[in-house]
Every structure is written in structure tokens, then in C-alpha cells.
């Protein structure tokens, strides 16, 4: 499998932020996000090619047991991360898996919570919004907002697609916060805003 990388840190969204975390970040993305945080992993070849093995005894000497899968588009590789999966996760470790949202994540639920993006307008890039039927109260979603755009094109879907996950409105690292916030504030919707911590602190 290729991998771009294997860290640990702290997790900085969702419903597990501020736990250890190791982070596995698979190569490769079949989307180009104008805002991407990790363009470099975006390249399929970037990083090098591990074994499930290889991986397993990475993952294991962080001595953490929380594991999230990210990517790049980490589901590009679902067929590839089964195994590694199915070990993790009968051994007792929490799994995340980060997706764009453009390739169904039914295969890895069983083993693993979905982190789905809702792309919005100032992405350049659309989600398939069809996935948010599959996603279970396990599971979450998170939209990732810049600007007034954004704010309507989250809140329409949100407020028309019943949704059974967490949703986290996550503003892009160095937009308006005050205003988005004043924005969600405003909306009567089962949304929680949340600032990506490991940019608040400087940590990968
Ligand atoms: S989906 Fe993620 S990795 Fe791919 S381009 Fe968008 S932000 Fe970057």
C-alpha cells in the first residue's frame, strides 16, 4: 500500500478531537481542493509502499491505539486497507476513517467510524451527497467553510438531507471565525462548529 505517511499526534477534529492519535496518511486523491492541507499527499506515488505487515508494526510502536486513516483519498485504497483494518480493529483499536465523500465507505464500516466532507462551493469540488444515506449516528460529517457561500450552500443541505452522524461546520484555518460563528449561531440546525485544534497549536 502507498503511504505517505505514519505519525503520531493529536487528533484535531471530529468527535475524538484532542485524543492521541496515529495518523495513517495514504497517497493519492481523485479530487483537487482549492484549500488542500496536504497537496503533497495528493501525488499516488508519493511516500513509499508498505506492507499490511510493515504498517501493522508502525502503527503499533506509537503505542497508541486510536488509529485515523486519512489520506489524500484513503478509500482509493479500500480494497488494500481491508486486512489491515479487520486486524486493527479485532485487536480492540478505535478507527477513523477521513473520505472526500465520492466513493462509498460501506466495505470499512464495520471496522471503522466515517469522517464524510461535504465539499462546498469554495473547494471547487463536489461530494457525492448521495453517501449521506449510509452514514450511521457513528459516523460523521463535516463541512469545511471559507466564506458566505459556503455557509449557504452547508446550511441548505443540512437543513434538507436528514442526516443521522454528527455534522461539524470546520472553518478553513485563517477565515473569518468570528462570522462564521455568528452565521451557525444563527441557524436552528443540530450543528457543532469546530476549529481544527492542531492548527490552533501548531502540531502536524
Ligand atoms: S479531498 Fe482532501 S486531500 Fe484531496 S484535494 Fe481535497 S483536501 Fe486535498
Known sequence: MQVFEIF????????????RCCFLRLAGCNLNCRWCDTPDARNPD?????TTDDILRRIEETGIR???VTGGEPLLRQHELLP???DLSSNGYIIDIETNGTIPFGQVQPYASICMDVKCPSSGEQSDLRLLADIRATDSVKCVVADEADLDFAYEQI???????EIYISPVHGSDYTRIAEVVMEWNLPVRLQLQLHKQIGVQ
Do not use: H, K, T, V
Not at 503520531?8 to 485524543?19: A, D, F, I, K, T
Not at 437543513?159 to 452522524?165: H, K
Open 66 to 68: 486510536y488509529l485515523c
Open 8 to 19: 503520531p499526534s493529536l487528533q484535531g477534529e471530529g468527535r475524538n478531537q484532542g485524543l
Open 159 to 165: 437543513r434538507s438531507i436528514p442526516i443521522r452522524g
Open 46 to 50: 508519493a511516500g513509499e509502499d508498505l
Open 84 to 86: 489491515l483494518l479487520r
